[in-house]
């Protein structure tokens, strides 16, 4: 088998949100799926999306993703999409309720961190998690430095 050891058989990955693993520690993933228009669905296809400051709100017991733009699509005719328009997500209610209350506490976010085709549907990871502070990045590149470093003295070692 070949590819990505994470990808499932039938997912096609859109878009990732590279800044969300370096902000952020995950607490917990879910999956969601996406109320789109068919124009924004074309823009996807061609992976025109941009995470930026994307997270995702609740209103009266419903999640939103807020801040994520996907790029007007060329050939929409006269009325293309608002790039960055509210999309509304589709959880079961327990697990909205479950992120709602889990988002009220301190510190704790819910943001967007992968857009793929599952089975011909766009679907949406996203993540709760907590902020990083600037000590946690600095130990995490720390890690990341020592690991190549290692990495590279055992390459050198085996010639």
């Not at 590279?18 to 074309?42: C, D, I, P, W």
């Not at 790029?71 to 997500?89: C, I, S, V």
């Not at 949406?124 to 190549?148: C, E, F």
């Amino acid at each position: 088998m070949t590819g990505n050891p994470n990808r499932h058989a039938g997912e096609k990955l859109i878009a990732t949100n590279k800044q969300a693993r370096r902000l952020y520690e995950f607490l917990e993933v879910f999956e969601a799926g996406l109320v789109l228009m068919g124009s924004e669905l074309k823009s996807l296809r061609e992976g025109r999306v941009n995470f930026m400051d994307g997270y995702v709100r609740f209103n009266n017991g419903e999640a939103w993703l807020t801040g994520v733009h996907i790029a007007p699509y060329a050939n929409a005719g006269m009325d293309p999409h608002e790039p960055t328009r509210e999309r509304k997500l589709l959880l079961h209610s327990r697990e909205i309720d479950k992120l709602q209350a889990l988002a009220a506490q301190k510190g704790l976010t819910v943001i967007p961190v992968k857009l793929y085709f599952k089975n011909g549907r766009v679907k949406l990871q996203i993540a709760l998690g907590k902020g990083k502070n600037v000590h946690d990045r600095r130990d995490d590149i720390k890690a990341r430095d020592m690991a190549l470093d290692t990495a590279r003295q055992l390459s050198d070692y085996k010639r």
